[in-house]
């Protein structure tokens, strides 16, 4: 049954949308879990509202019409670079790597023919599918929230109406490089009610998107040559390794780390250690150093565990 998410209830509704971010109180910067409730804004608040949309700058390309929402310049109903927009990336804070999110983007309807749900999709500075996402939600007065508390990866917008936006979660599962997740698609849609404020899903997010702490998480050992093969691809130490690049079937593998050699098939070129780490903040294994006898425990790696996959 369809959980309604009022302006009231929302410090109690965890798992669904609101749709006033109002208080000055922004999603946890950086986090995996997942609470899309927020709550009011207290008089006075500078923050953007649902119900006033945030004063827009001398200069700026203002909206015309009727039909012009808070979030509209330039003839398109969402202009990225608007003063509400900005506001709004504002209060998601830092990203993950210190700076703040950017609009990647928004609805793309012409002032004329606006919806009355209106959508940006937050992006990671120079940051792949895997780094953290945003959909910001406006309606026509203003900014809205997010449609998670936090960020999730692997997010995208794939459909909207006029009250609703359609946004698909993916996940990482079992030994997933971080290019390719096989978790999801799960589409959740969020349609817009009739008091223009509160927003509802469909069903509940996928908390492996959501939240991937939750739950009992997979073993990352043992792990395959096309998954470490995978995790080179584009590395610095890619480019150092004899092409075309081996590994061997014997792959020492322990907790979180993993130790396999390369050569080549004529064995021309020396054995070469690659270690490499996972880290499932950063989307699965990473290789760390590679060397002929690399000395793990300054580099690292557990002194327990150096001594099963470093010899």
């Known amino acids: 049954m369809r959980r309604m998410i009022g302006i009231i209830a929302a410090v109690a509704a965890v798992t669904l949308v ?3 971010q109002d208080d000055g109180t922004t999603p946890a910067p950086g986090g995996s879990s997942a609470s899309s409730s927020v709550t009011v804004a207290p008089p006075g608040s500078a923050q953007p509202s649902a119900t006033q949309p ?3 700058s001398p200069g700026t390309t203002q909206p015309t019409g009727n039909d012009a929402p808070a979030t509209a310049g330039n003839g398109r109903c ?11 990336l504002g209060r998601l804070g830092p ?4 700076d703040g999110f950017y609009a ?3 609805t793309e309807a012409a002032v004329g023919s606006c919806p009355t749900l209106l959508w940006v999709l937050a992006g990671t500075p120079r940051g792949t599918a895997s780094s ?3 959909v910001m939600l406006f309606n026509h007065a203003g900014y809205l929230g997010t449609a998670t508390k936090n960020w999730t990866a692997y997010t995208t917008v794939v459909g909207s109406s006029d009250r609703s936006v359609q946004i698909q979660y993916r996940w990482l599962a079992g030994q997933d490089a971080s290019c390719c997740p096989s978790g999801g698609p799960v589409v959740v849609t969020l ?5 223009n404020h509160t927003v509802t899903p469909d069903r509940d997010f996928p908390t492996q998107a959501t939240d991937p702490n939750s739950g009992t998480a997979p073993p990352v050992c043992p792990v395959s040559k096309s998954v470490l093969l995978a995790a080179l691809k584009g590395t610095d130490i890619e480019s150092r390794l004899a092409k075309p690049i081996e590994l061997e079937d014997q792959i020492d593998c322990s907790g979180d780390w993993a130790m396999a050699h390369s050569g080549t098939h004529d064995n021309t070129v020396n054995r070469a250690q690659v270690l ?14 590679l060397g002929s006898a690399l000395r793990c425990t300054e580099i690292g790696v557990p002194s327990d565990i150096a001594t099963k996959i470093c010899h």
């Open 18 to 20: 609101t749709a006033c």
């Open 54 to 56: 945030t004063p827009q």
């Open 78 to 88: 969402v202009d990225l670079n608007s003063p509400v927009v900005t506001a709004a």
């Open 95 to 98: 990203n993950v790597g210190g």
């Open 104 to 106: 990647d983007s928004g």
């Open 132 to 134: 953290p996402w945003q």
């Open 191 to 195: 349609t817009l009610g009739s008091d």
């Open 276 to 289: 490499f780490h996972y880290v499932a903040a950063d989307g699965g294994w990473k290789p760390v150093d």
